[in-house]
C-alpha cells in the first residue's frame, strides 16, 4: 500500500483559490488517483479523477470548471487547484489511489487502494 499525505488546507474566503497537494510514499505511478471530500454528516464523495497518465480526468458536477486535478509523474505527487471556492466547498479534503484501469467515470470509494489523512478546507462567506 501506498501512504499518502495531503497538504495545502485552510480557512479562505468565497472566490480565493486553493491548491492542494498530495504526496505518495511509494511509488504512485501505477494507480488512478482522486480526491475526494467529506462534511459532517455527510458521505465521502468523489471529486475528481485522474488516470494513471494523466490522459483522463473527471470531476464532479459540483467542481467542475472549477477545480483542476493533475499528477506529477517525476515528482510522484497529486495536485487539486481549487479555484472560485464557495462555503458549499468546505470539507475535509482526501486524496487516494485507484485501479490502474480506471474507466470513464470518477473513482469510487469502494475500489480506493489507500487513504490519505485529509487536509481541512473551510471556505468563509
Known amino acids: 500500500q501506498v501512504q499518502l499525505m495531503e497538504s495545502g488546507g485552510g480557512t479562505v474566503k468565497a472566490g480565493d483559490s486553493l491548491k492542494l497537494s498530495c504526496t505518495p510514499y511509494?511509488?504512485?505511478?501505477?494507480?488512478?488517483m482522486g480526491w475526494f471530500r467529506q462534511s459532517p454528516g455527510k458521505e465521502r464523495e468523489a471529486v475528481a479523477s485522474?488516470?494513471?497518465?494523466?490522459?483522463?480526468?473527471y470531476y464532479s458536477e459540483s467542481v467542475k470548471e472549477r477545480f483542476t486535478i493533475s499528477r506529477d509523474v517525476m515528482r510522484n505527487a497529486l495536485y487539486l487547484q481549487m479555484n472560485r471556492l464557495t462555503p458549499e466547498d468546505t470539507a475535509m479534503y482526501y486524496c487516494?489511489?485507484?485501479?490502474?484501469?480506471?474507466?470513464?467515470?470518477?473513482?469510487?470509494?469502494?475500489?480506493?487502494?489507500?487513504w490519505g489523512q485529509g487536509t481541512q478546507v473551510t471556505v468563509s462567506s
Open positions: 487516494a489511489t485507484g485501479p490502474a484501469s480506471l474507466s470513464s467515470r470518477l473513482l469510487n470509494p469502494s475500489e480506493v487502494y489507500s
Open positions: 511509494g511509488d504512485a505511478s501505477r494507480y488512478s
Open positions: 485522474i488516470s494513471t497518465r494523466s490522459e483522463y480526468t
